[in-house]
């Protein structure tokens, strides 16, 4: 049997993906119990975060493996398999126990080196264990799992280069400023109270939150962690708990709003953040809407000689407009597919000229340059970025008064509404594109070196736990020739005393175990060595042992094994 793992992640698909695949509980539970009774696998579990899906499973056939575990995935996640398999990585083998092993120390991470992994991983095995899925691979390979990334966070300085993600997303709403200084004096409001959110909350109260509302559908749960924070010894924060019907309210009062719940659809829509800061979703004259939320100004007009494109096919955001350069030429469409250059060029035929310093810009001269980047795109498939002759001004919005931030997968608040004036939206999406560029720690590298020389350790050790069953099995077939030996010499010498027999029985099974000692020792060293899985099935066949009774050794061992386990979880 051999290991296998497919899934995907914020690394092999775009965040719209991961939403529509996100597993439920309830899902989960059948995608493993499905697995298990598919034929390729015995063992299976599922590790589910917000940021990836990964199946696990001991599978007898690798292509069929793969093959069943994808089509699994794409039953239970309700995303179609031609539609998921681009996004889909596999993992076999000694790839997969150094893949599970990074995933651990938050190599993987959004975030790298972020700790709150190592408790997904752990609950992981939970539910296997409790569903009877997870057999003696799994067990091994995910306890050694936590205790790798437990090593890395102790022997490593991985975790001044991580941070969780909620940190990381408090920061993205910060803005450069410090978070400490940002949060000071605000008023949060966190939806939902589980993990995330707990710590979402626990993260706000540490940075200096005046006062932390906590909104969740079952009342015991959010009071619950208002108690925590509010007996908490190192903050001065005031919490309250509220139900989840009361979240408009509490929008008129909030500076900050974290959400992270397993809603399968959208908690916050943009419709009731705009009704609840007093945003007019409606544009007014100049094509803006109105924020009338108090503290917030006045949205900014565009300047006056900028061009508005709201009836251009590819709505375009306005660009102002600056001496010998037109919005509708170079940078207006720089980057954009040929297909879309071409929507666009139809639509500026008959568009109003800008009006310039300069005056009104010269028609053939925007032709030339539409048909320049026309031929561009015919030979490269895409309009490379140019340069702009002139920095575009942006049109001017007016400074956050409400900062959201969003850790659920799928989506609790809607995306629409950072289009909303004075409000900040940080969400999974958002958080991808900025760890992308995240500078990564020193200490990354020795943590890597870590879990190489645990990958090597991991698979010796299990390439020799691979010949235990069979050594064992020579062992107690040599007992058995003893055994069967003295039998025949007490036919044969009645005679003798109890200490006599007992004598030549000890001298016996001194000289079986003095010939097997070497080789047996051997055969484990060799087996532990990359492609020594062929030693067991060479001892088989040299000292022709009945593969059921090694099997039945096999079945014992992994039977002791889960009940330990089953105990210890």
Not at 202 to 208: D, K, P
Not at 210 to 214: D, G, P, Q, T
Not at 453 to 461: H, I, K, S, T, W
Not at 500 to 508: A, K
């Given at each position: 049997?051999?290991?296998?793992?497919?899934?995907?992640?914020?690394?092999?698909?775009?965040?719209?993906?991961?939403e529509?695949?996100?597993?439920?509980?309830?899902?989960?539970?059948?995608?493993?119990?499905?697995?298990?009774?598919?034929?390729?696998?015995t063992?299976?579990?599922?590790?589910?975060?917000?940021?990836?899906i990964?199946?696990?499973?001991?599978v007898?056939?690798?292509?069929?493996?793969?093959?069943?575990?994808?089509?699994?995935?794409?039953?239970?996640?309700?995303?179609?398999?031609d539609?998921?398999?681009?996004?889909?990585?596999?993992h076999?083998?000694?790839?997969?126990v150094?893949?599970l092993?990074?995933?651990?120390c938050?190599?993987?991470?959004?975030?790298?080196?972020?700790?709150?992994?190592?408790?997904?991983?752990?609950?992981?095995?939970a539910?296997?264990?409790?569903?009877?899925t997870?057999?003696?691979?799994?067990?091994?390979?995910?306890q050694q799992a936590?205790r790798v990334?437990?090593?890395?966070?102790s022997?490593?300085?991985?975790?001044?280069?991580?941070?969780?993600?909620?940190?990381?997303?408090?920061?993205?709403?910060?803005?450069g400023?410090?978070?400490?200084?940002?949060?000071?004096g605000?008023k949060?409001?966190?939806?939902?109270?589980?993990?995330?959110?707990?710590?979402a909350a626990?993260?706000?109260?540490?940075?200096?939150v005046?006062?932390?509302?906590?909104a969740?559908?079952?009342?015991?749960?959010a009071?619950?962690?208002?108690?925590?924070?509010?007996?908490?010894?190192?903050?001065?924060?005031?919490?309250?708990?509220?139900?989840?019907?009361?979240?408009?309210?509490?929008?008129?009062?909030?500076?900050?709003v974290?959400?992270?719940?397993?809603a399968?659809?959208?908690v916050?829509?943009?419709?009731?953040?705009?009704?609840?800061?007093?945003?007019?979703?409606?544009?007014?004259?100049d094509?803006?809407?109105?924020?009338?939320?108090?503290?917030?100004?006045?949205?900014?007009?565009?300047?006056?000689?900028?061009?508005?494109?709201?009836?251009?096919p590819?709505?375009l955001?306005?660009?102002?407009?600056t001496?010998?350069?037109s919005?509708?030429g170079?940078?207006?469409v720089?980057?954009?597919?040929?297909?879309?250059?071409?929507?666009h060029?139809?639509?500026?035929?008959n568009?109003?000229r800008p009006q310039?310093a300069?005056?009104?810009?010269d028609?053939?001269q925007?032709a030339?340059t539409?048909?320049?980047?026309?031929?561009t795109?015919?030979a490269?498939?895409?309009?490379p970025e140019r340069?702009?002759?002139?920095?575009?001004?942006?049109?001017?919005?007016?400074?956050?008064?409400?900062?959201?931030?969003?850790?659920a997968?799928?989506?609790d608040?809607?995306a629409?509404?950072?289009?909303?004036?004075?409000?900040?939206?940080?969400?999974?999406?958002?958080?991808a594109?900025?760890s992308?560029?995240a500078p990564m720690a020193?200490?990354?590298?020795?943590?890597?070196?870590?879990?190489a020389?645990?990958?090597?350790?991991?698979?010796?050790?299990l390439?020799?736990?691979?010949?235990?069953?069979?050594?064992?099995?020579?062992?107690?077939?040599?007992?058995?020739?003893?055994?069967?030996?003295?039998?025949?010499?007490d036919?044969?010498?009645?005679g003798?005393d109890?200490?006599?027999?007992?004598?030549?029985?000890?001298?016996?099974?001194?000289?079986?175990?003095?010939?097997?000692?070497?080789?047996?020792?051997?055969?484990?060293?060799?087996?532990?060595?990359?492609?020594?899985?062929?030693?067991?099935?060479?001892l088989?066949?040299?000292f022709d042992?009945?593969?059921?009774?090694?099997?039945?050794?096999?079945r014992?061992e992994?039977?002791?094994?889960?009940?330990?386990?089953?105990?210890?979880?």
């Open positions: 049997m051999s290991l296998l793992v497919v899934g995907l992640s914020h690394r092999s698909a775009p965040v719209s993906v991961l529509r695949a996100t597993l439920h509980a309830d899902a989960q539970v059948k995608l493993v119990q499905d697995t298990v009774a598919a034929e390729p696998a063992e299976a579990a599922v590790l589910a975060t917000c940021n990836r990964e199946l696990y499973a001991d007898d056939k690798f292509h069929a493996g793969v093959a069943e575990l994808s089509t699994l995935l794409a039953q239970h996640s309700g995303v179609g398999l539609e998921l398999t681009p996004y889909l990585y596999v076999y083998e000694d790839r997969a150094h893949h092993f990074s995933v651990a938050g190599l993987d991470s959004m975030v790298v080196g972020e700790g709150q992994i190592l408790g997904q991983i752990k609950d992981s095995l539910r296997a264990q409790e569903l009877h997870a057999g003696r691979l799994l067990n091994d390979l995910f936590l990334g437990k090593r890395a966070h022997e490593t300085g991985i975790d001044r280069a991580g941070q969780s993600l909620v940190t990381f997303g408090l920061e993205q709403l910060a803005s400023t410090a978070v400490q200084d940002w949060a000071l605000k949060a409001l966190v939806i939902g109270a589980g993990s995330m959110s707990s710590l626990a993260t706000l109260a540490r940075v200096g005046a006062e932390i509302v906590v969740n559908r079952t009342a015991e749960r009071s619950r962690l208002v108690e925590i924070l509010n007996d908490a010894d190192d903050t001065d924060v005031v919490a309250r708990a509220v139900p989840m019907d009361s979240v408009s309210d509490e929008l008129t009062r909030a500076d900050v974290v959400s992270c719940t397993g399968t659809g959208l916050l829509t943009a419709e009731a953040v705009a009704a609840g800061r007093g945003v007019d979703t409606q544009p007014g004259a094509g803006v809407p109105s924020f009338r939320g108090a503290g917030a100004t006045q949205a900014a007009r565009p300047p006056a000689d900028s061009v508005t494109e709201e009836n251009c590819l709505d955001a306005p660009i102002q407009a001496p010998g350069f919005v509708l170079e940078a207006a720089a980057g954009m597919a040929a297909s879309e250059l071409e929507q060029a139809a639509w500026v035929d568009a109003p310039t300069v005056g009104v810009v028609p053939a925007e030339d539409i048909a320049a980047l026309a031929a795109a015919a490269i498939g895409r309009v340069r702009r002759p002139e920095p575009v001004a942006e049109i001017p919005r007016p400074a956050p008064s409400l900062f959201l931030l969003d850790l997968m799928p989506r608040i809607d629409a509404v950072h289009r909303l004036p004075g409000v900040r939206l940080v969400d999974i999406e958002s958080l594109e900025a992308a560029n020193a200490d990354v590298d020795q943590v890597r070196r870590i879990v020389d645990e990958v090597a350790a991991f698979g010796a050790a390439r020799a736990a691979h010949i235990t069953p069979t050594v064992v099995a020579l062992r107690t077939m040599a007992a058995d020739v003893v055994a069967n030996e003295i039998a025949r010499l036919g044969r010498l009645p003798l109890d200490k006599q027999r007992g004598e030549i029985t000890q001298t016996v099974r001194r000289v079986v175990d003095k010939l097997l000692h070497a080789p047996t020792v051997r055969v484990k060293q060799l087996a532990a060595e990359p492609g020594g899985a062929g030693y067991a099935d060479a088989r066949t040299l042992l009945d593969p059921e009774t090694v099997a039945a050794v096999s014992a992994d039977s002791t094994t889960d009940e330990k386990d089953r105990g210890s979880s």
